[in-house]
């Protein structure tokens, strides 16, 4: 829960001030065997709660930061997993909490199975140069869905058929998305063109998925960095939490103003 809506709540009637009290002590962060340092509060504080990034922890860590969100906020947003963490998933798994995965393995959700989302309302439009993206893709999906948004998905839109990139945006136009997030890893000219035929912010978001002299979604990086069109915003090659969070916040914060809220 935000913090504005806790304090509304307590306005109205509708929360005990000792409950009140209760939820705002989770500003605090979560000290887990002296080695991790949970930011619980995130979440209250500004609606995103915080993404334990697996990538250098151990098992054992992992096992204890997601333990730390479950005990206290019911779920816990994981990214950048490797192979061997996939193990600790399946323990949760097991023990009858509800964990979904991303196609790329790399992200995970795990929660209480009564863990309910609140949909704000939020749009977000997600498009693919190429079938190899579409991994990225679900990362941003995944992570912007769990935070309350309807996602709006499309692949293989790449400019190499310039055609499938304008019935792409048109399509974006029909579902009124508040944002959109361009997925490329080749030349990296898709977020460009969606930037110049859309009146909403663009995300371009490189991957590693290139090759050649500048693969690896460095030319792709560079080219997004280089664009021309207006409007268009650039996070860091694969970095899916990123561009999904950005995204989330501007798609929330539209659907906030749609509601008549300020």
């Known amino acids: 829960m935000a913090l504005r809506d806790l304090l509304k709540k307590v306005a109205e009637g ?14 605090a962060l979560e000290d887990i065997a002296g080695v991790l340092r949970l930011d619980i509060g995130r ?18 860590q992992l096992r204890a930061a997601i333990n730390g969100f479950l005990e206290v906020r019911g779920r816990a ?19 009858g909490y509800a964990v979904e995965l991303s196609a790329s393995r790399r992200v995970a959700i795990v929660k209480k199975r009564d863990f309910a989302i609140a949909k704000t309302g939020g749009r977000i439009g997600v498009v693919t140069a190429g079938t190899a993206d579409i991994p990225i893709a679900d990362e ?12 709006v998905m499309l692949h293989d839109i790449g400019i190499a058929g310039v055609h499938r990139t304008l019935e792409a945006a048109k399509k974006m136009i029909e579902e009124d998305v508040d944002v959109v997030v361009a997925i490329a890893g080749m030349e990296g000219a898709l977020p460009s063109i969606m930037a110049s035929l ?39 090659i694969d970095n899916s939490v990123g561009a999904a969070v950005a995204a989330t916040l ?13």
């Open 43 to 60: 979440e209250v504080r500004r609606g995103i709660p915080e993404v334990v990034l697996a990538e250098y922890k151990s098992v054992e």
């Open 77 to 95: 947003i994981v990214s950048r997993l490797r192979d061997e963490h996939l193990e600790v998933l399946e323990e949760f798994k097991s023990k």
């Open 14 to 27: 509708r929360l005990s001030i000792d409950e009140a009290e209760r939820q705002i002590k989770l500003l």
């Open 198 to 236: 859309l009146d909403i912010p663009v995300i371009g978001l490189p991957t590693s998925m290139g090759y050649g002299l500048g693969g690896g979604g460095f030319t792709a990086l560079l080219s997004m960095l280089q664009s021309c069109s207006p409007g268009l915003l650039v996070v860091n």
């Open 140 to 151: 941003v999906r995944l992570i912007a869905e769990e935070l309350g948004c309807d996602v």
């Open 250 to 262: 501007i798609a929330n914060r539209a659907a906030k103003f749609r509601r008549g809220l300020k």
